[in-house]
């Protein structure tokens, strides 16, 4: 059979966005590496950013994503067990991560005799987590939890003295082994979906076995939905105690291998098929009398967890703005590389106007990120303490409302293209409203500043009175300013409008940050499109005075 004549049709491809300087091609996160306090990390962010924008790198990323993990819940004698097969691309993704320090970065010095304090460790490891999401953010959820679980872990000392040291470890260890045997560790959190104030979403149960050993020993029984990384070395639990059930519930380590070398009775009931962030087990888990050490006070989980959300929270939204920029620059290097007729998609001017109007929203969200993170790195520091409190579920919920709009409109600059499973767009949609909502609801944010508002008035007093400085002569700021005050001056109205407020507050921020710091074009566009008569109801309006040729140049990964 004669083979079929070759086409001589030429298809024009647009080439792939990829072996790009993560850093070095973004001028806004150097920018704000600079001005939060990690200027001197430049050469290791400019190394990161190379690994993490590697060909490498993103086809780990596609890889780790393209099935869902695997359950055995049975070996072959019957015996239960609880085995995932995940592809191996998540774990080389987890080594780049550990390798890199991203699972414990704010720790390492103190698990260091000897070594001194290094200025903005939060921000020089926000930076590296923001190109890290852009290469899979879902391997990420396992880095954060183990890097926000430290703080719980130190309110037992035994633990902290066994675990932190190989928590703080760059060599990535994925055996099932005990703490003693393994040469580093991984933990996650089982109490994502019980975050808000009602506890009755804490079902599990536990009671008390000894006190000897590494101290209070406890057996858990009960189930627990929707738990990322179910895998870890260990798992915080949140479970009541009889003597505690009018108090509160109590947080327990879970190992999941005990000293003994035994397994710990630690099942897997299901796994759930997120729509995104699909490199990162998540599961229904099972504790069947399961052996836990308690960490702080019977009653007193929700305190021993709160500054581990918090870091949690960070997280969110470093990882949420990461995503942000990997869908604007994929929608620029398209819109600059197709030919609409006869001249590149980019320089008509509602394609422009549209990415520059994202570009915008893509730097506020890192710039509210890297600002909160200086905030952690500054936490002694009384305004930095308020700030870093009510700012983090207000920056969490700016993102978590941005980000999934965002990617839609990345995918809309794309066309029929973006939709398809074979390009990066696809998988970034469906990530980001998963990622935004990793550790708590928007609503869950919101109830979090009411409840500030409400029991420590003075951090919205302190915060409040640094954005009004911020503001200085800006009609727009000082506007806004006025607005939100008279929102906080009326508590009768205030919780039906929490959703406006903490909006408020994030722009607000923003907006203060941008004039501050950032170039005029980019904080006139913003302050102006998002502060104006006009509120913004879909990207690409009301920038037509603004000097979008600027912000989308300065927002391309080909012309930084």
């Excluded at 890297?370 to 993102?399: E, I, Q």
Aim: hydrophobic share 45%; charged share 20%; net charge negative.
């Amino acid at each position: 059979m004669a083979s079929p004549p070759e086409s001589n049709t030429k298809v024009t491809a647009i080439p792939y966005l990829e072996d790009i300087n993560l850093f070095a091609s973004d001028v806004a996160l150097q920018e704000a590496m600079t001005r939060e306090g990690a200027g001197h990390a430049s050469k290791r962010l400019a190394g990161f950013g190379l690994m993490a924008g590697s060909a490498d790198a993103a086809e780990l990323g596609r890889l780790a994503n393209e099935q869902f993990p695997r359950l055995m819940t049975h070996d072959r004698n019957g015996n239960r067990i609880s085995r995932v097969d995940v592809h191996p691309a998540y774990h080389d993704l987890m080594g780049m991560s550990v390798a890199e320090g991203l699972q414990a970065s704010a720790w390492m010095q103190a698990a260091t005799p000897g070594v001194s304090a290094r200025q903005g460790v939060y921000v020089e490891r926000a930076g590296c987590l923001y190109m890290a999401a852009q290469a899979d953010a879902g391997h990420l959820r396992s880095i954060s939890m183990t890097h926000s679980a430290v703080p719980a872990l130190s309110h037992h000392a035994q633990i902290t003295a066994k675990w932190v040291p190989k928590i703080t470890s760059r060599s990535y260890d994925r055996r099932l082994d005990t703490v003693a045997g393994k040469t580093s560790l991984t933990l996650g959190f089982a109490f994502a979906g019980q975050l808000g104030a009602n506890t009755e979403a804490v079902t599990t149960q536990a009671r008390p076995l000894s006190d000897e050993g590494d101290g209070k020993l406890y057996a858990l029984s009960g189930v627990v939905p929707s738990v990322a990384a179910p895998l870890s070395d260990g798992l915080l639990v949140l479970a009541h105690t009889a003597g505690a059930a009018s108090t509160g519930p109590s947080c327990f380590l879970v190992p999941r291998r005990l000293p003994s070398d035994q397994a710990n009775t630690l099942f897997i009931r299901r796994l759930i098929r997120r729509v995104g962030l699909r490199s990162c087990v998540c599961a229904d888990i099972e504790l069947d009398a399961a052996q836990a050490w308690l960490l702080g006070e019977e009653g007193q989980g929700l305190e021993v967890v709160s500054e581990s959300i918090l870091h949690a929270r960070l997280d969110t939204v470093i990882v949420s703005a990461g995503l942000m920029r990997q869908c604007l620059i994929q929608a620029v290097h398209v819109a600059e590389h197709r030919m609409e007729g006869g001249a590149p998609s980019i320089s008509q001017p509602i394609v422009h106007q549209t990415l520059a109007d994202m570009a915008l929203d893509a730097e506020v969200a890192g710039a509210l990120g890297f600002r909160l993170a200086r905030a952690f790195d500054r936490s002694s520091d009384a305004r930095a303490a308020a700030w870093r409190h009510l700012m983090t579920p207000v920056s969490v919920y700016w993102v978590s409302r941005r980000a999934p709009m965002f990617a839609a409109e990345a995918i809309d600059v794309l066309g029929r293209e973006g939709c398809s499973q074979d390009w990066p767009l696809a998988r970034l949609y469906c990530d980001c409203p998963v990622a935004a909502m990793a550790d708590g609801t928007a609503n869950m944010m919101v109830h979090g500043v009411m409840r500030i508002l409400q029991r420590e008035p003075g951090i919205a007093e302190t915060v409040m009175e640094e954005l009004g400085q911020a503001a200085g002569d800006d009609a727009h700021l000082r506007a806004a300013h006025v607005r939100i005050e008279a929102m906080l001056h009326d508590p009768r109205h205030l919780d039906a409008r929490g959703r406006l407020l903490v909006e408020a507050l994030a722009v607000l921020a923003a907006g203060t940050i941008l004039r501050t710091h950032g170039p005029s074009a980019v904080a006139d566009a913003f302050i102006k499109s998002r502060m104006g008569n006009q509120p913004l109801q879909s990207y690409g309006q009301g920038l037509e005075w603004a000097d979008t040729a600027m912000i989308v140049r300065r927002a391309s990964p080909n012309h930084a």
